[in-house]
């Protein structure tokens, strides 16, 4: 069976530019402390951050304390351009087997049934913001240090 999957470079990527926009408090942050911090290799998020450079969503930084910043305020960055980034479509299905319209049975569920699913996931993904995913970080390491177990 299959499924559709967020590969591990959306996932990561997604993760890393997470991790960009926490740490970077208006500077640089190295490639090294991020993938050490998410355990990621350093090589693989080289290539990850290729990508989200030539779609402008990061900037490298060159010298001795080089490193990046995110390409635009993390309030106009959506998940949906990081994933579309890194992943491609995000759709559900193979985009050919939705243009068949010669089989009325496949046209007739492709447009009940994936081109909403699809609709719904765009929707999702183009709503939720970098800087929304940041906000829910720091209320969250915010509020460990006030949490009691008994």
């Given at each position: 069976m299959s499924v559709m999957k967020i590969s591990t470079k959306g996932r990561y990527g997604l993760r890393a530019m997470l991790d960009l926009a926490v740490n970077s408090l208006g500077d640089q942050v190295a490639l090294k402390s991020?993938?050490?911090?998410?355990?990621?290799?350093?090589?693989?998020?080289?290539?990850?951050?290729?990508?989200?450079?030539?779609?402008?969503?990061?900037?490298?930084?060159?010298?001795?304390?080089?490193?990046y910043i995110l390409g635009k305020s993390s309030s106009d960055i959506t998940i949906g351009e990081i994933l579309r980034t890194l992943e491609g479509s995000l759709s559900i299905i193979d985009d050919k087997s939705k243009s068949n319209t010669e089989d009325k049975f496949e046209y007739i569920i492709s447009s009940?049934?994936?081109?909403?699913?699809?609709?719904?996931?765009?929707?999702?993904?183009?709503?939720?913001?970098?800087?929304?995913l940041v906000i829910e970080y720091k209320k969250i390491t915010d509020n460990s240090s006030f949490i009691y177990y008994i």
């Amino acid at each position: 069976m299959s499924v559709m999957k967020i590969s591990t470079k959306g996932r990561y990527g997604l993760r890393a530019m997470l991790d960009l926009a926490v740490n970077s408090l208006g500077d640089q942050v190295a490639l090294k402390s991020i993938a050490q911090r998410q355990g990621i290799s350093e090589n693989y998020l080289e290539q990850v951050f290729s990508s989200l450079r030539k779609a402008g969503l990061v900037k490298s930084i060159k010298g001795a304390q080089g490193g990046y910043i995110l390409g635009k305020s993390s309030s106009d960055i959506t998940i949906g351009e990081i994933l579309r980034t890194l992943e491609g479509s995000l759709s559900i299905i193979d985009d050919k087997s939705k243009s068949n319209t010669e089989d009325k049975f496949e046209y007739i569920i492709s447009s009940n049934v994936w081109e909403k699913v699809d609709s719904c996931i765009d929707d999702i993904v183009n709503s939720v913001k970098l800087e929304d995913l940041v906000i829910e970080y720091k209320k969250i390491t915010d509020n460990s240090s006030f949490i009691y177990y008994i």
